[in-house]
Protein backbone atom coordinates (compact mmCIF):
# COMPACT_ATOMS: atom_id res chain seq x y z
CA UNK A 1 0.00 0.00 0.00
CA UNK A 2 2.66 2.13 0.63
CA UNK A 3 4.62 1.64 -2.42
CA UNK A 4 1.20 2.49 -3.93
CA UNK A 5 1.38 5.82 -2.72
CA UNK A 6 4.75 6.31 -3.05
CA UNK A 7 4.24 5.50 -7.03
CA UNK A 8 0.83 7.74 -6.84
CA UNK A 9 2.92 10.78 -5.44
CA UNK A 10 5.77 10.45 -8.06
CA UNK A 11 3.01 10.08 -10.81
CA UNK A 12 1.09 13.57 -9.60
CA UNK A 13 4.46 15.49 -9.29
CA UNK A 14 5.16 14.85 -12.59
CA UNK A 15 1.96 15.94 -13.58
CA UNK A 16 2.18 19.41 -11.61
CA UNK A 17 5.99 20.18 -13.05
CA UNK A 18 4.41 19.88 -16.61
CA UNK A 19 1.64 22.01 -15.84
CA UNK A 20 4.41 24.62 -14.38
CA UNK A 21 6.72 24.77 -16.94
CA UNK A 22 3.88 25.35 -19.33
CA UNK A 23 2.52 28.55 -17.24
CA UNK A 24 6.42 29.50 -17.57
CA UNK A 25 6.49 29.67 -21.38
CA UNK A 26 4.07 31.78 -22.47
CA UNK A 27 4.54 34.90 -24.04
CA UNK A 28 1.16 36.53 -23.27
CA UNK A 29 1.55 38.20 -20.54
CA UNK A 30 4.50 40.18 -18.19
CA UNK A 31 4.16 41.74 -15.07
CA UNK A 32 3.80 45.40 -15.42
CA UNK A 33 7.58 45.38 -13.21
CA UNK A 34 9.29 43.46 -15.72
CA UNK A 35 12.31 44.71 -17.57
CA UNK A 36 13.56 44.09 -21.15
CA UNK A 37 16.99 43.81 -20.95
CA UNK A 38 19.61 45.96 -23.17
CA UNK A 39 20.67 42.57 -25.00
CA UNK A 40 16.93 41.18 -26.66
CA UNK A 41 17.50 40.26 -30.15
CA UNK A 42 14.20 40.67 -31.64
CA UNK A 43 13.00 44.96 -32.31
CA UNK A 44 11.00 47.14 -34.52
CA UNK A 45 13.00 50.33 -33.65
CA UNK A 46 16.31 51.25 -32.43
CA UNK A 47 17.30 54.49 -31.02
CA UNK A 48 21.09 55.00 -30.29
CA UNK A 49 22.52 57.50 -27.87
CA UNK A 50 26.38 57.40 -29.49
CA UNK A 51 25.15 59.52 -32.26
CA UNK A 52 21.92 61.82 -32.74
CA UNK A 53 18.41 60.52 -33.83
CA UNK A 54 16.50 62.22 -36.43
CA UNK A 55 13.27 60.01 -36.29
CA UNK A 56 9.88 59.97 -37.58
CA UNK A 57 7.63 58.58 -34.65
CA UNK A 58 4.24 56.91 -35.75
CA UNK A 59 3.69 53.77 -33.12
CA UNK A 60 1.57 52.27 -30.41
CA UNK A 61 4.54 50.86 -28.13
CA UNK A 62 5.21 53.01 -24.90
CA UNK A 63 8.51 53.97 -23.95
CA UNK A 64 9.99 54.50 -20.23
CA UNK A 65 13.26 55.80 -20.06
CA UNK A 66 15.48 56.05 -17.12
CA UNK A 67 13.05 54.06 -15.12
CA UNK A 68 14.11 50.85 -13.25
CA UNK A 69 12.58 47.37 -12.45
CA UNK A 70 12.09 44.94 -10.14
CA UNK A 71 12.74 41.98 -12.13
CA UNK A 72 14.10 40.90 -15.32
CA UNK A 73 13.20 38.44 -18.72
CA UNK A 74 16.28 36.52 -19.07
CA UNK A 75 18.74 37.47 -21.83
CA UNK A 76 16.80 34.88 -24.51
CA UNK A 77 13.51 36.39 -24.22
CA UNK A 78 12.32 38.21 -26.82
CA UNK A 79 10.35 41.61 -27.53
CA UNK A 80 8.42 43.61 -29.95
CA UNK A 81 10.54 46.93 -29.40
CA UNK A 82 13.64 47.21 -27.73
CA UNK A 83 16.01 50.51 -26.87
CA UNK A 84 20.26 49.94 -27.36
CA UNK A 85 21.18 52.78 -25.00
CA UNK A 86 23.97 53.16 -21.85
CA UNK A 87 21.09 53.66 -19.78
CA UNK A 88 18.07 51.76 -17.97
CA UNK A 89 14.83 51.70 -19.95
CA UNK A 90 11.72 49.62 -19.27
CA UNK A 91 8.87 48.44 -21.01
CA UNK A 92 6.02 48.82 -19.08
CA UNK A 93 2.27 47.49 -20.06
CA UNK A 94 0.67 49.14 -17.55
CA UNK A 95 1.80 52.53 -18.53
CA UNK A 96 0.23 54.56 -21.86
CA UNK A 97 2.59 57.09 -23.18
CA UNK A 98 0.75 59.12 -26.36
CA UNK A 99 2.86 58.69 -29.58
CA UNK A 100 4.45 61.63 -30.98
CA UNK A 101 3.70 62.14 -34.96
CA UNK A 102 6.40 64.44 -36.29
CA UNK A 103 10.14 64.49 -36.22
CA UNK A 104 12.53 64.00 -33.11
CA UNK A 105 16.14 65.46 -33.08
CA UNK A 106 17.81 63.76 -30.43
CA UNK A 107 21.30 65.10 -29.40
CA UNK A 108 23.69 64.02 -26.41
CA UNK A 109 27.25 64.03 -25.45
CA UNK A 110 28.35 62.48 -28.61
CA UNK A 111 26.73 64.86 -30.98
CA UNK A 112 25.72 67.79 -29.76
CA UNK A 113 28.44 69.85 -31.54
CA UNK A 114 28.12 67.95 -34.48
CA UNK A 115 24.59 69.38 -36.14
CA UNK A 116 25.21 72.35 -38.15
CA UNK A 117 21.18 73.48 -37.95
CA UNK A 118 22.36 74.20 -34.54
CA UNK A 119 24.63 77.70 -32.97
CA UNK A 120 26.11 76.85 -29.75
CA UNK A 121 28.22 79.08 -27.69
CA UNK A 122 30.16 78.24 -25.27
CA UNK A 123 29.08 74.58 -24.67
CA UNK A 124 31.60 72.20 -24.05
CA UNK A 125 32.22 68.37 -23.46
CA UNK A 126 32.49 67.83 -20.06
CA UNK A 127 35.44 65.92 -20.10
CA UNK A 128 35.47 63.96 -16.34
CA UNK A 129 31.88 62.29 -17.41
CA UNK A 130 31.36 61.48 -20.81
CA UNK A 131 27.58 61.09 -20.98
CA UNK A 132 27.30 65.20 -19.93
CA UNK A 133 27.86 68.42 -21.41
CA UNK A 134 28.30 71.24 -20.12
CA UNK A 135 26.70 74.57 -20.40
CA UNK A 136 28.59 76.83 -19.07
CA UNK A 137 27.86 80.35 -16.78
CA UNK A 138 27.27 83.41 -17.73
CA UNK A 139 25.29 83.51 -20.98
CA UNK A 140 26.48 79.92 -22.75
CA UNK A 141 23.39 79.14 -25.05
CA UNK A 142 22.02 77.07 -27.59
CA UNK A 143 19.84 77.99 -30.65
CA UNK A 144 18.34 77.34 -34.17
CA UNK A 145 16.37 79.84 -36.71
CA UNK A 146 16.41 76.15 -39.17
CA UNK A 147 14.28 73.40 -37.52
CA UNK A 148 10.83 74.52 -38.40
CA UNK A 149 7.37 73.90 -36.45
CA UNK A 150 9.04 72.70 -32.92
CA UNK A 151 7.03 71.83 -30.74
CA UNK A 152 8.53 71.21 -27.45
CA UNK A 153 11.80 70.60 -26.23
CA UNK A 154 13.46 68.38 -23.47
CA UNK A 155 16.61 68.64 -21.45
CA UNK A 156 17.58 65.98 -19.17
CA UNK A 157 19.91 67.87 -17.12
CA UNK A 158 21.84 66.39 -13.73
CA UNK A 159 20.82 67.87 -10.87
CA UNK A 160 17.94 70.31 -9.71
CA UNK A 161 18.56 73.59 -9.83
CA UNK A 162 16.74 75.85 -12.46
CA UNK A 163 19.67 77.24 -14.07
CA UNK A 164 18.53 77.07 -17.95
CA UNK A 165 16.24 79.88 -20.09
CA UNK A 166 14.20 79.07 -23.13
CA UNK A 167 13.19 81.74 -25.40
CA UNK A 168 10.54 81.05 -28.47
CA UNK A 169 13.26 84.03 -30.00
CA UNK A 170 16.61 84.63 -31.58
CA UNK A 171 17.47 86.35 -28.12
CA UNK A 172 17.16 86.22 -24.65
CA UNK A 173 13.75 88.22 -25.11
CA UNK A 174 11.62 88.06 -22.32
CA UNK A 175 8.24 88.20 -23.93
CA UNK A 176 9.36 85.14 -25.24
CA UNK A 177 10.57 83.15 -22.41
CA UNK A 178 9.04 79.13 -22.35
CA UNK A 179 8.67 78.24 -19.03
CA UNK A 180 8.88 74.65 -18.17
CA UNK A 181 7.58 71.65 -16.55
CA UNK A 182 10.04 69.67 -14.05
CA UNK A 183 9.87 65.86 -13.96
CA UNK A 184 12.56 64.38 -11.47
CA UNK A 185 14.67 61.15 -12.71
CA UNK A 186 15.84 59.22 -10.58
CA UNK A 187 19.22 57.57 -12.22
CA UNK A 188 20.00 53.86 -11.53
CA UNK A 189 23.80 54.96 -11.56
CA UNK A 190 24.08 57.63 -9.47
CA UNK A 191 22.25 58.42 -6.22
CA UNK A 192 21.43 61.99 -6.95
CA UNK A 193 18.13 62.98 -9.00
CA UNK A 194 18.38 64.79 -12.47
CA UNK A 195 15.35 67.05 -13.63
CA UNK A 196 13.78 66.74 -17.19
CA UNK A 197 12.89 69.68 -18.22
CA UNK A 198 9.92 69.98 -20.74
CA UNK A 199 9.46 73.30 -22.74
CA UNK A 200 5.95 73.17 -25.05
CA UNK A 201 5.48 76.02 -27.14
CA UNK A 202 1.84 77.27 -27.66
CA UNK A 203 1.82 78.30 -31.41
CA UNK A 204 5.05 76.23 -33.12
CA UNK A 205 7.99 78.00 -33.23
CA UNK A 206 10.62 78.22 -36.23
CA UNK A 207 13.38 79.98 -33.91
CA UNK A 208 14.08 79.06 -29.95
CA UNK A 209 16.94 80.12 -27.47
CA UNK A 210 18.07 77.93 -25.06
CA UNK A 211 20.75 79.89 -22.61
CA UNK A 212 22.28 79.35 -19.51
CA UNK A 213 22.74 83.04 -17.94
CA UNK A 214 23.38 81.85 -14.24
CA UNK A 215 26.69 82.10 -12.28
CA UNK A 216 26.99 78.27 -12.39
CA UNK A 217 27.84 75.31 -14.80
CA UNK A 218 24.76 72.96 -16.21
CA UNK A 219 25.53 70.07 -17.29
CA UNK A 220 23.11 68.11 -19.69
CA UNK A 221 22.68 64.70 -20.98
CA UNK A 222 20.09 64.84 -23.94
CA UNK A 223 18.17 67.27 -25.39
CA UNK A 224 15.13 66.36 -27.66
CA UNK A 225 13.53 68.72 -29.77
CA UNK A 226 10.14 67.55 -31.41
CA UNK A 227 9.29 69.49 -34.06
CA UNK A 228 6.60 68.41 -37.46
CA UNK A 229 8.09 70.93 -39.54
CA UNK A 230 11.83 70.49 -41.46
CA UNK A 231 15.43 71.43 -40.82
CA UNK A 232 16.22 74.41 -43.52
CA UNK A 233 19.44 74.68 -45.79
CA UNK A 234 21.55 77.15 -44.09
CA UNK A 235 21.48 80.73 -45.61
CA UNK A 236 24.50 81.56 -47.64
CA UNK A 237 26.71 83.92 -45.33
CA UNK A 238 26.46 87.82 -46.38
CA UNK A 239 28.87 88.96 -48.63
CA UNK A 240 30.45 92.11 -48.47
CA UNK A 241 29.42 93.93 -51.68
CA UNK A 242 28.14 97.61 -51.24
CA UNK A 243 30.82 99.51 -49.17
CA UNK A 244 31.76 102.98 -48.14
CA UNK A 245 35.10 104.39 -49.42
CA UNK A 246 36.61 104.19 -45.60
CA UNK A 247 35.91 100.40 -45.47
CA UNK A 248 37.47 100.16 -49.32
CA UNK A 249 40.21 101.69 -47.56
CA UNK A 250 40.62 99.64 -44.70
CA UNK A 251 40.41 96.24 -47.65
CA UNK A 252 42.96 97.79 -49.69
CA UNK A 253 45.14 98.46 -46.87
CA UNK A 254 45.23 94.72 -45.50
CA UNK A 255 46.14 93.56 -49.06
CA UNK A 256 50.45 92.98 -50.34
CA UNK A 257 51.60 96.65 -51.29
CA UNK A 258 53.26 94.84 -54.35
CA UNK A 259 49.99 95.42 -56.61
CA UNK A 260 47.65 92.88 -54.32
CA UNK A 261 44.28 93.14 -55.56
CA UNK A 262 40.71 91.08 -54.38
CA UNK A 263 39.22 88.54 -56.19
CA UNK A 264 36.16 90.14 -55.49
CA UNK A 265 34.36 93.14 -56.68
CA UNK A 266 32.94 95.73 -54.50
CA UNK A 267 30.76 98.44 -55.16
CA UNK A 268 31.56 101.63 -53.66
CA UNK A 269 29.41 105.20 -54.04
CA UNK A 270 31.03 108.88 -54.06
CA UNK A 271 31.28 112.18 -55.96
CA UNK A 272 34.08 112.61 -58.37
CA UNK A 273 36.29 115.45 -56.87
CA UNK A 274 39.31 115.22 -59.07
CA UNK A 275 40.89 113.74 -62.71
CA UNK A 276 44.48 113.33 -63.12
CA UNK A 277 45.47 111.93 -66.12
CA UNK A 278 44.24 107.81 -66.10
CA UNK A 279 43.15 108.36 -62.54
CA UNK A 280 40.08 109.52 -60.82
CA UNK A 281 39.36 110.47 -57.32
CA UNK A 282 36.55 109.62 -56.01
CA UNK A 283 35.20 111.19 -52.64
CA UNK A 284 32.91 110.30 -49.87
CA UNK A 285 32.40 112.09 -46.54
CA UNK A 286 36.11 112.55 -45.53
CA UNK A 287 37.51 109.27 -47.90
CA UNK A 288 38.61 109.20 -50.94
CA UNK A 289 39.83 106.20 -53.32
CA UNK A 290 41.44 106.68 -56.58
CA UNK A 291 40.01 105.11 -59.60
CA UNK A 292 42.07 103.90 -62.58
CA UNK A 293 40.99 104.54 -65.69
CA UNK A 294 42.99 103.41 -68.56
CA UNK A 295 40.82 105.23 -70.93
CA UNK A 296 38.62 107.60 -70.53
CA UNK A 297 34.73 106.57 -68.87
CA UNK A 298 32.07 108.65 -70.65
CA UNK A 299 30.16 110.17 -67.61
CA UNK A 300 32.87 110.15 -64.91
CA UNK A 301 32.83 113.74 -64.69
CA UNK A 302 33.84 116.23 -61.72
CA UNK A 303 31.40 116.94 -59.60
CA UNK A 304 29.42 113.75 -60.71
CA UNK A 305 28.14 111.76 -58.38
CA UNK A 306 28.52 107.89 -59.55
CA UNK A 307 28.27 104.27 -58.31
CA UNK A 308 31.72 101.50 -59.54
CA UNK A 309 32.09 98.34 -58.75
CA UNK A 310 35.16 96.88 -59.20
CA UNK A 311 38.47 95.23 -57.28
CA UNK A 312 40.35 96.92 -54.57
CA UNK A 313 43.88 96.85 -55.31
CA UNK A 314 47.05 98.10 -53.24
CA UNK A 315 49.50 99.75 -55.42
CA UNK A 316 52.50 100.22 -53.48
CA UNK A 317 50.52 102.08 -50.55
CA UNK A 318 48.31 104.00 -52.94
CA UNK A 319 44.39 101.85 -52.52
CA UNK A 320 43.08 102.04 -56.29
CA UNK A 321 39.34 100.64 -57.33
CA UNK A 322 40.40 99.17 -60.60
CA UNK A 323 38.67 97.33 -63.74
CA UNK A 324 35.49 98.19 -62.53
CA UNK A 325 32.19 99.41 -64.31
CA UNK A 326 30.14 102.84 -63.74
CA UNK A 327 26.83 101.29 -62.66
CA UNK A 328 25.44 104.38 -62.19
CA UNK A 329 25.94 108.27 -62.36
CA UNK A 330 23.85 111.41 -61.21
CA UNK A 331 24.94 114.48 -63.32
CA UNK A 332 26.34 117.58 -62.20
CA UNK A 333 26.28 121.09 -63.99
CA UNK A 334 28.65 123.54 -63.38
CA UNK A 335 28.48 127.32 -62.44
CA UNK A 336 30.79 130.21 -63.10
CA UNK A 337 32.16 132.31 -60.11
CA UNK A 338 32.20 136.06 -61.06
CA UNK A 339 34.76 137.64 -58.96
CA UNK A 340 33.95 141.71 -58.07
CA UNK A 341 35.90 143.85 -60.87
CA UNK A 342 37.39 147.48 -60.99
CA UNK A 343 37.13 149.26 -64.05
CA UNK A 344 35.59 147.21 -65.96
CA UNK A 345 33.26 143.73 -66.43
CA UNK A 346 32.90 140.29 -67.49
CA UNK A 347 29.94 139.19 -69.34
CA UNK A 348 29.75 135.25 -69.80
CA UNK A 349 27.53 133.58 -71.95
CA UNK A 350 26.19 131.39 -69.66
CA UNK A 351 27.05 131.42 -66.04
CA UNK A 352 25.02 129.14 -64.11
CA UNK A 353 23.42 125.25 -64.48
CA UNK A 354 25.64 124.39 -67.18
CA UNK A 355 26.38 120.85 -68.48
CA UNK A 356 29.39 118.57 -68.51
CA UNK A 357 31.05 119.66 -71.91
CA UNK A 358 29.37 122.90 -72.77
CA UNK A 359 30.94 125.24 -73.92
CA UNK A 360 30.64 129.33 -72.27
CA UNK A 361 32.69 132.28 -73.66
CA UNK A 362 34.00 134.90 -71.62
CA UNK A 363 34.59 138.68 -72.39
CA UNK A 364 36.29 140.92 -70.31
CA UNK A 365 34.73 144.60 -70.80
CA UNK A 366 36.63 147.73 -69.22
CA UNK A 367 35.16 150.82 -68.82
CA UNK A 368 36.11 153.74 -70.86
CA UNK A 369 39.66 155.17 -70.79
CA UNK A 370 40.78 151.63 -69.04
CA UNK A 371 41.94 148.53 -71.26
CA UNK A 372 42.10 144.90 -69.86
CA UNK A 373 45.46 144.06 -68.24
CA UNK A 374 44.77 140.05 -67.70
CA UNK A 375 41.83 137.54 -66.99
CA UNK A 376 42.50 134.87 -64.91
CA UNK A 377 40.45 131.37 -64.48
CA UNK A 378 41.24 129.20 -61.34
CA UNK A 379 44.18 131.81 -61.01
CA UNK A 380 45.74 130.87 -64.02
CA UNK A 381 46.12 133.96 -66.31
CA UNK A 382 44.86 133.46 -69.99
CA UNK A 383 45.38 134.53 -73.57
CA UNK A 384 42.70 136.19 -74.37
CA UNK A 385 41.88 137.21 -78.91
CA UNK A 386 41.28 140.69 -80.10
CA UNK A 387 38.02 140.99 -78.43
CA UNK A 388 39.39 140.11 -75.34
CA UNK A 389 37.40 137.30 -75.34
CA UNK A 390 37.85 133.28 -74.70
CA UNK A 391 35.99 130.12 -74.70
CA UNK A 392 36.20 126.92 -73.15
CA UNK A 393 34.53 123.75 -72.38
CA UNK A 394 32.93 123.38 -68.66
CA UNK A 395 34.31 120.97 -66.81
CA UNK A 396 33.91 121.87 -63.22
CA UNK A 397 33.13 124.90 -61.95
CA UNK A 398 35.15 127.84 -62.37
CA UNK A 399 36.10 131.09 -60.72
CA UNK A 400 37.34 134.08 -63.22
CA UNK A 401 38.92 137.11 -62.06
CA UNK A 402 40.08 140.42 -64.59
CA UNK A 403 42.25 142.85 -63.60
CA UNK A 404 42.17 146.85 -65.81
CA UNK A 405 44.61 149.57 -65.96
CA UNK A 406 44.28 152.84 -67.09
CA UNK A 407 44.97 153.36 -70.58
CA UNK A 408 47.65 155.74 -69.74
CA UNK A 409 49.84 153.07 -68.57
CA UNK A 410 52.39 151.04 -71.23
CA UNK A 411 52.54 147.65 -70.77
CA UNK A 412 54.74 144.92 -72.34
CA UNK A 413 52.31 142.40 -74.23
CA UNK A 414 53.04 138.64 -72.84
CA UNK A 415 51.80 135.53 -73.65
CA UNK A 416 51.06 132.60 -71.73
CA UNK A 417 52.71 129.33 -72.94
CA UNK A 418 50.96 126.24 -70.80
CA UNK A 419 52.43 122.49 -70.75
CA UNK A 420 50.74 119.28 -69.80
CA UNK A 421 52.40 116.84 -69.05
CA UNK A 422 50.37 114.01 -70.50
CA UNK A 423 50.90 115.43 -73.82
CA UNK A 424 54.43 114.29 -74.10
CA UNK A 425 56.32 111.00 -74.22
CA UNK A 426 56.62 109.38 -71.05
CA UNK A 427 60.42 109.13 -69.51
CA UNK A 428 61.82 106.51 -67.11
CA UNK A 429 61.18 106.58 -63.25
CA UNK A 430 64.12 108.19 -61.13
CA UNK A 431 66.04 109.11 -64.04
CA UNK A 432 67.87 111.66 -64.48
CA UNK A 433 67.24 113.55 -68.14
CA UNK A 434 66.09 116.49 -70.14
CA UNK A 435 62.57 117.14 -72.10
CA UNK A 436 62.14 119.74 -74.56
CA UNK A 437 58.56 121.17 -74.33
CA UNK A 438 58.86 123.37 -77.07
CA UNK A 439 61.46 126.01 -78.41
CA UNK A 440 60.88 128.03 -75.16
CA UNK A 441 60.84 125.63 -72.48
CA UNK A 442 62.95 122.91 -71.91
CA UNK A 443 62.51 120.71 -67.86
CA UNK A 444 64.89 118.84 -66.63
CA UNK A 445 64.50 116.00 -63.37
CA UNK A 446 66.68 114.20 -61.27
CA UNK A 447 65.34 110.98 -59.25
CA UNK A 448 61.77 112.12 -60.61
CA UNK A 449 59.27 110.52 -62.90
CA UNK A 450 58.14 112.71 -66.29
CA UNK A 451 55.04 110.74 -67.52
CA UNK A 452 51.39 111.71 -67.45
CA UNK A 453 52.11 114.02 -64.32
CA UNK A 454 55.58 115.15 -63.58
CA UNK A 455 55.99 113.02 -59.94
CA UNK A 456 58.55 114.87 -57.56
CA UNK A 457 59.39 112.66 -54.75
CA UNK A 458 60.82 112.79 -51.60
CA UNK A 459 62.03 109.79 -49.25
CA UNK A 460 65.46 108.31 -47.97
CA UNK A 461 66.10 106.50 -51.42
CA UNK A 462 64.33 109.23 -53.95
CA UNK A 463 64.77 113.38 -53.62
CA UNK A 464 63.63 114.37 -56.80
CA UNK A 465 64.33 117.50 -58.13
CA UNK A 466 62.85 119.46 -61.42
CA UNK A 467 64.24 122.51 -63.37
CA UNK A 468 62.19 124.04 -65.77
CA UNK A 469 64.16 126.57 -68.04
CA UNK A 470 62.62 129.23 -70.16
CA UNK A 471 64.47 131.24 -72.89
CA UNK A 472 62.51 134.10 -71.88
CA UNK A 473 62.97 135.77 -68.34
CA UNK A 474 59.81 134.14 -66.45
CA UNK A 475 56.75 136.75 -65.30
CA UNK A 476 54.65 134.36 -63.57
CA UNK A 477 54.19 131.14 -63.03
CA UNK A 478 51.18 128.63 -61.98
CA UNK A 479 50.95 124.72 -61.32
CA UNK A 480 48.31 122.41 -60.87
CA UNK A 481 49.89 120.35 -58.36
CA UNK A 482 48.35 118.38 -55.53
CA UNK A 483 48.58 115.12 -53.91
CA UNK A 484 50.42 113.43 -50.61
CA UNK A 485 53.02 116.30 -49.61
CA UNK A 486 52.55 119.49 -47.81
CA UNK A 487 54.58 121.78 -49.70
CA UNK A 488 56.05 122.47 -52.93
CA UNK A 489 59.16 124.62 -52.83
CA UNK A 490 59.84 126.66 -55.44
CA UNK A 491 63.25 128.44 -56.41
CA UNK A 492 64.42 131.28 -58.90
CA UNK A 493 67.90 131.38 -61.01
CA UNK A 494 68.93 133.86 -63.54
CA UNK A 495 72.04 131.47 -63.97
CA UNK A 496 71.11 127.65 -63.28
CA UNK A 497 73.63 127.80 -60.86
CA UNK A 498 72.60 129.53 -57.91
CA UNK A 499 69.26 129.42 -56.46
CA UNK A 500 66.91 131.55 -54.46
CA UNK A 501 63.82 130.62 -52.58
CA UNK A 502 60.48 132.39 -54.03
CA UNK A 503 58.35 130.86 -52.16
CA UNK A 504 57.09 127.13 -50.38
CA UNK A 505 53.51 126.64 -51.79
CA UNK A 506 51.21 124.34 -49.94
CA UNK A 507 49.76 121.43 -51.35
CA UNK A 508 46.85 119.27 -50.67
CA UNK A 509 45.45 116.02 -51.90
CA UNK A 510 43.22 117.71 -54.17
CA UNK A 511 44.81 119.22 -57.53
CA UNK A 512 44.38 123.30 -57.18
CA UNK A 513 46.47 126.18 -59.39
CA UNK A 514 49.45 127.42 -57.30
CA UNK A 515 50.29 130.53 -58.51
CA UNK A 516 53.88 132.71 -58.48
CA UNK A 517 52.91 136.08 -59.68
CA UNK A 518 54.40 139.39 -60.93
CA UNK A 519 58.31 137.88 -60.28
CA UNK A 520 59.80 139.37 -63.63
CA UNK A 521 61.51 141.61 -61.71
CA UNK A 522 63.87 138.99 -60.72
CA UNK A 523 64.27 138.01 -64.73
CA UNK A 524 64.39 134.32 -63.59
CA UNK A 525 64.54 131.96 -66.12
CA UNK A 526 65.16 128.65 -64.17
CA UNK A 527 62.45 127.51 -61.71
CA UNK A 528 63.56 124.81 -59.92
CA UNK A 529 61.03 122.28 -57.74
CA UNK A 530 61.67 120.66 -54.66
CA UNK A 531 59.22 118.46 -52.35
CA UNK A 532 58.81 119.47 -48.66
CA UNK A 533 57.65 117.18 -46.65
CA UNK A 534 57.53 112.86 -46.69
CA UNK A 535 55.85 112.07 -49.37
CA UNK A 536 55.04 113.28 -53.08
CA UNK A 537 54.05 116.38 -55.52
CA UNK A 538 52.36 115.35 -58.68
CA UNK A 539 51.88 118.22 -60.95
CA UNK A 540 49.57 117.91 -64.04
CA UNK A 541 50.36 121.04 -65.91
CA UNK A 542 52.02 124.19 -65.73
CA UNK A 543 52.21 127.37 -67.32
CA UNK A 544 54.37 130.47 -67.41
CA UNK A 545 54.14 134.11 -68.54
CA UNK A 546 57.00 135.46 -70.67
CA UNK A 547 56.71 138.43 -73.00
CA UNK A 548 55.65 138.00 -76.42
Same mark, same amino acid.
Given at each position: ?26 ? %????? !? @?? +?? $?? *?? =? /?????? &? #????? %????? !? @?? +?? $?? *?? =? /?????? &? #????? %????? !? @???? $?? *?? =? ?11 ? %????? !? ?434
Amino acid at each position: MKKINLLSALFLCTILASCASENTSSS %SSYSS !S @ST +IS $SS *SS =S /SSSTIS &S #SSFVV %SSVSS !S @ST +IS $SS *ST =S /SSSISN &S #STSSS %SISSS !S @SSSI $SS *ST =SVPSYEGNILSLN %SKNFN !SVDALVLNNITPNTQYESEFTFAKNGSYLSSKRITEIEKIEVLVYGTYDNLKMYASENADEEKLITATKEEKTSENEAQNNVLYTYSFDTPTDVFYLTNPSTYNVQVFTIDIYYKGQINDAEPEPVEKDITISRALEIGNALSSSRGTTETTYIINGVVTNISGKEVTITQDDSSIIAYVPTPVENLYIGYSVALEGKIQNYYGKIEIVEFTLLDYLAATYNVDLQEFENGIVNVSKSSDINYGEEITLTAVPNEGYKVLSLFIDNERQNLDENNSISLIMTHNISVKAEFISNDVVIEETVTLKYVFADYPAGTQYATETHKLDENTSISTEKAHFTSELRLYNSSTNDSVATIHSAKPIKSIYFNAGYSASELSVYGSTDGETFELISALVTTSAYKVLSLENIEESSYTYIKLDVTGSKQVRIKDFSIVVAK
